[in-house]
């Protein structure tokens, strides 16, 4: 039902009823405070009543017995003087020995003692009583004990507050009660009015501005988003609005950023779709018309040009599966399709055993190849098959790069919690204008550099197995040739 309210309307009707309860609670409260040292002052005003009658008026006879007839005027006269008051006497076992009540008025003729004995102890006032003329109720009293010889024979006990006075203190209890309950209703519809007025001005008011800020977001999302981003944080002192104000603002710079970095994401793949069109439509342009010039003129052509012809289209033929395994191979990496199998081993021996592949081809070349290990190590926890790939993919780099005498180095050491491993060759070095782009997917539609110096996917496919392994890869700053440098965690 609560649901067909609005937040303001809902928050209103909540202070009235907190305030209509704070009310009721003060009202009762009150009352009973009030009630309460009404009777205390009554009992402290009348306390000595009881003592000082049974000091003039005799109560008992000679044989210390109730004197029921004489009693029955005084008791009368009393009343008459003050109508308030109700007296009886009380047997020392709480019976009732005499009253000056009209007929049918008692209802039990047995009180409890223990309230008389804590009136007469001293005990906090208000003490209540029984009523006699009650089977529940109690009251304030006054009493005395009635001794005779030194014997105790009863005692004098006055209800300080008797059906009249009951009577009419019920009535102006009435009286009190709607008045109060009126003027209450008054100041809880007055002070629930200014709580809603307060409610809208500091709670609904900027809610509603928020809501206003981010209905948008339904019809125009992306846009609305970035125009909620673009809104200054607001300073927050306590203030739960705006907190969620400013919470909504960086959720939506966040979402913003996200979408910037999506759509650079999806250039990028349109850009390398384009470029690998590009790469795989060159050669295989190249192997189809070697391989139609062959088909064509096969009765023409002599033995040699055959070959020729043959051995081109082989060549573009290779080229075209290697470009398509690096792709085959940079999806998986990018896409989550291959994990480190990790274990672990000594990246010393890794590095020393790849060198020794490249052993001949660096002699073929005239090339030095020299190798700086460290005599201990710690174990490095990563693809054994993944890392000897990143330093067979950088070495051959380096060997088709460097010319004839040149010389190649790798490197290894420890430094903080990671293994460092650099391989640095004498050759020409990376061209400035592909410098930023080294690590990045190729673009077709980059001007910086013509398509023939672009490189292949395998520095790529390098970094994406070091990020694999929380590693990463840099070209160094080198006097000449390319220093490569990359990282793999202990």
Known sequence: MTRRFSLSQRLTLLFILLLMLSAAVACVVQLYTSMQYGNAMVQRLSGGLAQQIAQREPILDAQGKVDRSRLKPLFDRLMTFNPSVELYVISPDGELLADAAPPGHIQRQRIAIAPLQ????????????????????????????????????????????????????????????????????????????????????????????????VSGLEQDSISAIKQLADQPLENSTGDEVTLLRNTFIELARKITSQWDQLADSDRQRREFIANISHDLRTPLTSLLGYLETLSMKSATLTAEESQKYLATALRQGQ?????????????????????PQRERFAMGELISDVAQKFELTAQTRELRLHIDVPGRLPLVNADVSMIERVVTNLLDNAMRHTPAGGDIRLAVWQENQQLQVEVTDSGPGIAAALRDDLFQRPSALSQQASRENRGGLGL?????????????????????????????PL
């Open 118 to 213: 804590n009136f007469l102890s001293g005990e906090t006032w208000p003490v209540y009583g029984d009523d006699p003329r009650s089977l529940d109720k109690q009251k304030v009293f006054s009493a005395t004990p009635l001794r005779q010889d030194g014997q105790l024979r009863g005692y004098l006990y006055i209800i300080l507050q008797g059906e009249e006075f009951n009577a009419l203190a019920d009535m102006a209890w009435h009286k009190t009660l709607w008045s109060t309950a009126m003027w209450s209703l008054l100041l809880v519809a007055l002070f629930g009015l200014l709580a809603g007025l307060l409610v809208r001005y500091w709670v609904t008011q900027p809610v509603k501005r928020l809501t206003a800020e």
């Open 319 to 339: 080229k075209v599966r290697h470009l398509s395994q690096q792709l085959f191979e940079l999806a998986r990496l990018e896409y989550g399709g291959i994990k």
């Open 460 to 488: 790529l496919i390098v970094k994406r197995m070091l990020e694999l392994h929380g590693g990463g890869i840099n070209l160094m700053e080198a006097a000449s040739g390319a220093r490569f440098r990359f990282y793999v």
